[in-house]
């Protein structure tokens, strides 16, 4: 089955941890997780347009590649971080909850709704007083993420 045309394909999704334990509070696995991320934008099977790093869940703005499903995406997400937490973290037992909620964002206003929630996150959970203090959010870390789409960028 053909995929939709990329410029309907930019999503923001969220996926929780396994009976959301807080095991993203670990620098040592959100660190593992960010290299999983950036691993995965190197190869180009995903934009990563915006995220954030909860201490039980997670939220991105992703535009997966032309020849990826977001499914798969998210795949090479969750799987990658879980086969590398087990052998390089030793750690033990389930780390996602199956499946992952997701939102096609479908114009330049919504793009820039979702992007702020997901940039004022932290502040809103108490993590951090300002956008940019917190370490793992796109916030903060933007040499790690891609620029909107073309479609939602603020100036065409």
Known sequence: MPLAPQETRTFFVSFATWQRRPILQSHTLCDLLLDVMRENRKKQ??????????RDHVHLIITPAPFASLEKAIQFIKGGFSY???NEAA???EIWQKGFN???????????????????NPIKARFVERAGEYPY???SLKV????????FQRSR
């Open 45 to 54: 099977r995903f934009q990563l347009h915006e995220f954030v790093f909860m």
């Open 84 to 86: 590398r937490a087990k």
């Open 91 to 93: 750690f033990h037992g």
């Open 102 to 120: 997701e939102h096609r964002i479908k114009d330049q206003l919504e793009y820039q709704q979702q992007a702020e929630y997901i940039r004022t």
């Open 137 to 139: 959010c796109s916030a």
């Open 144 to 151: 790690e993420v891609d620029p909107a789409p073309f479609q």
